[in-house]
C-alpha cells in the first residue's frame, strides 16, 4: 500500500455546528456542506495542506453507510496533531480554538521530549494536538 490518504473524516453529530466551529472558528476553508440531496449524504470538506482534506460527515450517515452499529464514542481513539513553527504559534492556536468553542483539555506547555503542546477537543470531542516540535517543523 502506498502512502496516498487524501481525506480524513470526523464523525460528527451537528454537522452544521461543527462546520461553523473549523470554518468560523479556526478560519478553514470549505465550499461548505455538500450532499444535502441526499439522505445521508451531507459532508462538508476542508482543504488542509496539498492532497488533504478534513471531511466532516454526521455519524448517523456513517453507521449506514459502513453498516457499522451507532456506538459510544472514545475521545481517546486517536488524535490530530497539528504541527506549527514555534511555541508561540502553538499559544494562538489554542486560544483560537477555545474563543471557537473548543474545550481545552491540557494547555500548553513544555513536553517532556523536548517540545511545546497542548490539547482541545473540538464539539464532538475529537482531540488536537497543537504542536511545535523543534525536530520535525511543517513546511510552509
Avoid: C
Wanted: glycine share 10%; no cysteine.
Amino acid at each position: 500500500m502506498k502512502p496516498r490518504i487524501s481525506v480524513l473524516t470526523l464523525g460528527v453529530t451537528d454537522l452544521e455546528k461543527s462546520v461553523k466551529f473549523y470554518q468560523d472558528g479556526l478560519g478553514l476553508s470549505t465550499d461548505g456542506i455538500v450532499g444535502k440531496e441526499f439522505e445521508y449524504g451531507a459532508v462538508a470538506f476542508f482543504d488542509l495542506q496539498s492532497g488533504l482534506r478534513l471531511a466532516l460527515w454526521p455519524r448517523k450517515s456513517i453507521a449506514n453507510d459502513t453498516k457499522l452499529p451507532l456506538e459510544n464514542f472514545s475521545s481517546l481513539e486517536f488524535t490530530i496533531g497539528h504541527n506549527v513553527q514555534d511555541k508561540n504559534e502553538v499559544d494562538k492556536v489554542m486560544s483560537l480554538a477555545e474563543k471557537a468553542g473548543a474545550k481545552i483539555i491540557k494547555p500548553a506547555s513544555e513536553t517532556f521530549w523536548g517540545g511545546y503542546a497542548g490539547y482541545f477537543q473540538d464539539p464532538d470531542g475529537h482531540l488536537w494536538e497543537i504542536v511545535y516540535n523543534p525536530e520535525f517543523l511543517p513546511e510552509d
